[in-house]
């Protein structure tokens, strides 16, 4: 008779620990689910918000790269001016000479 009732302790004793065990790790498994949950969401926010980034750079780069070429197009056009500036320096000097010639000869004639 003790024996029945030793075995009979033992068991539901047993029993017991194991389904306490099972809520334990019942309850462990619904929160690492809601955990990985919760981070697949972070990362597709993530993911999201490096794509909205990824294409304002390239928006900028783009706007950039214009930017950039207008640039080179408005050097390229003062050095155009600066060159045709000297050159129509030196032809007013040169024109300011003969003129002060002429003038020379108009009072030499005179």
């Known amino acids: ?3 029945e009732w030793s075995l009979l302790t033992i068991v539901t004793l047993g029993a017991l620990f194991f389904l306490v065990k099972m809520f334990y790790f019942s309850s462990i498994t619904i929160k690492e689910q809601r955990t ?7 990362l597709r926010e993530a993911e999201i918000l490096i794509r909205k980034y990824q294409i304002q750079l390239q928006r900028s780069l783009g706007n950039v790269d214009i930017l ?3 640039l080179n197009n408005l050097r390229n056009e003062v050095k155009a001016l600066k060159q045709r500036n000297s050159k129509y320096r030196i032809d007013t000097d040169r024109l300011q000479n003969k ?9 030499a004639l005179i």
């Open 68 to 70: 950039s070429e207008e």
């Open 99 to 107: 003129i002060a010639e002429l003038e020379g000869r108009i009072d």
């Open 36 to 42: 990985s949950e919760m981070m697949k969401l972070t």
């Open 1 to 3: 008779m003790f024996f």
